[in-house]
């Protein structure tokens, strides 16, 4: 009786957790179909691959630095402009706002994370693009065109744009993410500053201080989004295949020459460099997330909710 | 000085949503009309024309992803939540959250390896797995949030009564912890209905009625992406329609059910 008994929760235990183990499964067909895809355009071209600026069907030349300097380019870009919006935002929310003032903007950021990223790629392509082509860059071009970052004509269509559409995508994940950290410093650090007759603001520095490796993992977590978001970039970027200094420039990232050219591509070599570029990415977005997660982890002290929402 | 800029940060931020909720409105509304749900689209030239079979086609892909996704994400999450401090527990938890970090496309690439290769064409099968790959982390991480909710006294006096582990878990902690879970698979379902990437090469999109999953399918997001960059103003003017119906069944049952989880949750 009792080693029946054993048994059905045995069984039932390692029903739930071969569940949870095809997590490791699902992980690990992705590496290997990415891998197995890349391994033509492994052995043509190994690292050189990672250097190379050619991309040419015709001739079956293929070099990705291109889009890695795409995606590297555009994601630092986003994170320049929403990395101070968003701290900024967490630090309001968690220690200036109200209470109840701030949980109703929480819910709203939260909302900007739920569109879907071909959304903000339309918003971008027919609404943004005309306004920078009419009004932002010619500005930049005429007051600051000695820079080479803003040389060129004002397309709308570019670097820039791509840069503004994925700091409006990736900022809601930096305010929710530190909100949380801001709000499981203690309350003491607050208190103490004020007592040794800190500024309010100053106040709001110690706590800042003792939150760092918090908002530093929701930033890095933040940067692995950028770097794989493809649908609001291949409708914003341009999809050139050239390395520009000018963020006026079109350009492509790793993302968005998958997306554009892989239903195109008709031989074997082809389809593989595009698979290689999709391995790459994956590399660099897991590195990215665990090392972020990890931060999280611990500057939460491993306070599970938190965890979880990042 | 410090406060007056955080509070400018707050504003800032807040306003793209206003910008692209007010164009989603103004240019996506005034070719909303029950033809848009029910028609197919027409060719180039013809006025009017809907996307009956990209919504009827996202319903299907999700569906699809959701029957893979659902079971094997709950049963994970309810493993989480009550043998959770092992070992195995955590590394699942972090690699669902590393999951969770895969970009859409890649995921998108592999599906394309694993079923559009073998099955030697595009179908809505293929986009369904996809799909699923992108549901199963936050239906995993949420199932467990919700049934650790369960108050513990609840599996106690199960046990106390006698009733095995397996029985505690099915018949006591499971039901009473339903109304989350519900909640939270449909969060992630939702999510994944507005994405596009993992479809572009699984699932591919199709301009005819089709409701075949061994077939290329059309679905709303990919639909909006061609509808866009057609050189034709009338299929710009439906991408925008297309776009404003997906954010609000999107962020519509996002909505509804975060305010439900809240009150759930107190």
């Known amino acids: ?310 | 000085m410090v406060i007056a800029g955080c509070y400018a940060a707050g504003i800032i931020v807040v306003l793209p949503l206003a910008f692209i909720l007010g164009h989603l409105i103004a240019k996506g509304l005034p070719a909303l009309s029950l033809s848009f749900f029910v028609d197919l689209p027409k060719p180039v030239g013809e006025p009017g024309g809907g996307m009956a079979n990209a919504i009827v086609g996202t319903l299907i892909l999700v569906g699809l992803g959701a029957l893979i996704a659902v079971p094997v994400g709950v049963g994970a999450g309810v493993y989480l939540s009550e043998w959770g401090r092992s070992r195995f527990a955590s590394l699942v938890r972090y690699t669902t959250d590393l999951l969770s970090g895969v970009p859409s496309i890649v995921v998108g690439v592999a599906a394309y390896g694993l079923v559009v290769m073998p099955m030697g064409g595009f179908s809505a099968i293929a986009g369904g797995v996809a799909l699923s790959i992108l549901m199963l982390p936050t239906i995993i991480r949420s199932t467990e949030e919700v049934v650790r909710l369960v108050p513990q006294s609840y599996r106690e006096a199960a046990l106390a009564l006698g009733a095995p582990r397996w029985k505690v878990i099915q018949q006591v902690v499971i039901p009473a912890a339903r109304a989350g879970i519900v909640t939270a698979s449909m969060l992630a379902v939702a999510r994944a209905a507005g994405e596009t990437a993992p479809l572009l090469f699984t699932a591919l999109g199709n301009r005819f009625w089709s409701t075949a999953l061994n077939k290329p399918i059309a679905s709303l997001p990919v639909q909006v992406f061609d509808y866009a960059r057609a050189p034709y103003d009338e299929w710009n003017r439906q991408a925008w329609t297309g776009a404003l119906v997906l954010v609000l069944m999107v962020t519509g049952i996002s909505a509804v059910l975060r305010i439900t989880v809240r009150r759930v949750a107190r």
């Open chain 1, 1 to 310: 009786m009792k080693a029946a008994r054993i048994t059905a929760d045995g069984v039932y235990r390692a029903a739930l957790g071969g569940a949870a183990a095809l997590v490791f499964g699902v992980v690990a067909l992705i590496v290997y179909e990415t891998t197995r895809g890349s391994v033509l355009s492994i052995q043509k071209f190994g690292l050189g691959f990672l250097t190379g600026t050619a991309w040419d069907p015709v001739t079956e030349k293929f070099g990705a630095l291109p889009y890695i300097y795409g995606t590297l380019v555009s994601s630092a870009l986003a994170l320049l402009i929403a990395v101070p919006l968003g701290i900024g935002t967490a630090v309001y929310l968690a220690e200036i706002a109200n209470r109840r003032f701030g949980a109703i903007v929480s819910f709203v950021i939260e909302l900007l994370a739920a569109i879907p990223s071909i959304v903000y790629g339309v918003w971008g392509f027919f609404v943004l693009a005309p306004f920078l082509r009419t009004w932002i860059e010619p500005w930049l071009i005429q007051h600051l065109g000695f820079l080479p970052l803003f040389r060129g004509a004002p397309f709308g269509i570019g670097m820039l744009n791509a840069g503004i559409v994925l700091s409006i995508m990736i900022v809601p994940t930096i305010v929710s993410i530190s909100r949380e950290v801001l709000l499981a410093t203690p309350r003491s650090l607050r208190e103490a500053a004020l007592a040794l007759g800190a500024t309010r603001a100053e106040a709001i520095g110690v706590a800042v201080d003792a939150a760092r490796p918090g908002i530093l993992g929701a930033v890095i977590l933040a940067l692995g989004r950028a770097l794989g978001e493809t649908m609001a970039v291949t409708m914003v970027i341009g999809n050139t295949n050239r390395i520009s200094l000018s963020l006026l420039d079109p350009g492509a990232t790793m993302s968005s020459i998958i997306a554009n050219e892989f239903t195109e591509a008709t031989s074997p070599l082809y389809v593989s460099a595009l698979i290689e570029i999709a391995l790459v990415l994956f590399l660099v977005t897991i590195v990215v997330n665990g090392l972020a997660r990890l931060l999280v982890l611990w500057a939460t002290g491993g306070r599970r909710a938190i965890a979880a929402a990042a």
